[in-house]
């Protein structure tokens, strides 16, 4: 079993996990018909394969904006539990988990992601309520625009919606 978790940017917590039993060869890329489909401009169609080999897994890059390792870009590496990638310079960064603690990984993972949620929510108004870091649910896309909520600046009225895309 391996499981790839998508990292929040920030503060580098698993907003997204995707686990495979059975698959020799996992795909990530920009494009639909990879196992994990990430959109971000920075990121290939087919960005990296990690593949089953004898001896475990490995990464291989088909990016053309590279996948990198502690900073460094690689082409073929070998895959060691708990490692983590970025595709392409400023892209998006994917943990790996390997082996039979892939699932005990998963929960323990997600008992941080809990823990490190807010507990108190502050009310709409607030000053509190307007900060600068915007906390991504698991059920949500991090590269897709978020809902937008408040209270419209003319009017005392609520809004909502999805945030303003260019045509």
Do not use: C
Request: aromatic share 4%.
């Amino acid at each position: 079993m391996i499981t790839l978790s998508l990292l929040h940017p920030l503060n580098k917590t698993p907003v997204q996990h995707w686990s495979f039993e059975e698959e020799p060869i996992i795909r990530i890329g920009r494009s639909t018909d990879n196992h994990v489909v990430l959109y971000s401009a920075v990121v290939s169609r087919h960005h990296v394969e990690l593949r089953q080999g004898e001896i475990g897994w490995e990464i291989v890059n088909l990016g053309t904006n590279g996948t990198y390792l502690e900073g460094k870009r690689v082409d073929q590496v070998p895959v060691k539990d708990g490692i983590i990638i970025r595709l392409a310079r400023s892209g998006p960064n994917i943990q790996i988990h390997t082996g039979a603690n892939s699932r005990e990984t998963m929960r323990a993972l997600m008992r941080l992601k809990a823990e490190s949620t807010p507990t108190h929510v502050p009310e709409a108004g607030s000053a509190s309520a307007f900060s600068k870091y915007t906390e991504i649910h698991e059920d949500e896309d991090p590269l897709e625009p978020s809902p937008v909520t408040g209270v419209s600046p003319d009017e005392d009225t609520p809004t909502s919606g999805k945030s303003a895309q260019p045509d």
